[in-house]
């Protein structure tokens, strides 16, 4: 059997500027709502789709915004987006989905959680990230956990990581506090771009052992001794940084991967959907159990 793991903040964010506005009767915006649903759905179609979860970030921070005041935040998220949070966890639960709604930990920690725990399970055979992130490329471990970007028809397995990033899943943390991940709020070490990480990484996995000194490196990259002093300089701050995006393997995941088994949608999808104003929904994810 495949296990799914939906990044459902990802999903709903693509179907919030993906999808056409649309209202319940009582005047709510809900189309990102209705195109996540949808979306999961045709995941549901699928030829061996069987075991299927997915995480939310409930709140925006997680604990890592106490470690860095500069991590990400809800801050000029768009308000129509925001309200429509609650309506997504319930969505997928009406839909029969196992929904990881994190608070103290962020989507991507159950998903990593989730990911480890399950592949131990010989009953699996393959663990499917569903998400682009390149943050969960560390999870990655050969051809048995991948990652998978449905929006682009992709996925990406060690190699592909390693094609992708430059580095094997285990230096992407490593990789990422240096070059810096925007979308997280993690700023990165000056002048390590993604060539220069991706070329001193392969030699040096981690950066806590990657030398003070340019000379005492076993790699010649251009620039090298702008980079040594610049590493050499945050250090501290690097080490941090990769503390941020390193992925947590402790979040509150509490289902067995029988538990993930798809059995149908719930009591509440129809009523749900009412409230939605999008009754064919219903009919049509019945149809298909």
Known sequence: ???????????????????????????????????????????????????????????????????????????????????????????????????????????????????????????????????????????????????????????????????????LPESVPDYLALVGDAADGIPGVPRWGAKSTSFVLSHYPHLDAIPDSELDWAVTVRGAKALAKNLREAREQALLYRQLATLRLDANVDESLDDLRWRGPTDDLEPFCAELGDRRFAQRLRASR
């Open 1 to 167: 059997m495949n296990v799914h793991l939906v990044d459902g903040t990802f999903e709903f964010f693509r179907a919030h500027f993906g999808a056409p506005s649309a209202t319940s009767p009582d005047g709510r915006e809900v189309g990102a709502t209705r195109a996540l649903m949808r979306s999961l759905a045709g995941l549901l179609d699928e030829a061996g789709t069987t075991h299927v979860a997915v995480a939310f970030d409930q709140v925006v921070e997680s604990f890592r915004n106490r470690l860095f005041d500069g991590y990400k935040t809800g801050e000029g998220m768009e308000p129509e987006l925001l309200a429509q949070f609650p309506l997504a966890e319930r969505a997928t639960r009406a839909m029969g989905l196992v929904t990881w709604p994190m608070v103290e930990f962020e989507a991507d920690d159950a998903l990593a959680t989730g990911a480890a725990r399950y592949a131990q399970d010989e009953r699996v055979e393959q663990v499917l990230i569903c998400s682009p992130d390149k943050d969960l490329c560390q999870c990655v471990s050969g051809e048995r956990v991948v990652c998978v970007d449905r929006m682009r028809g992709r996925s990406f397995d060690e190699a592909g990581v390693v094609e992708r990033l430059g580095v």
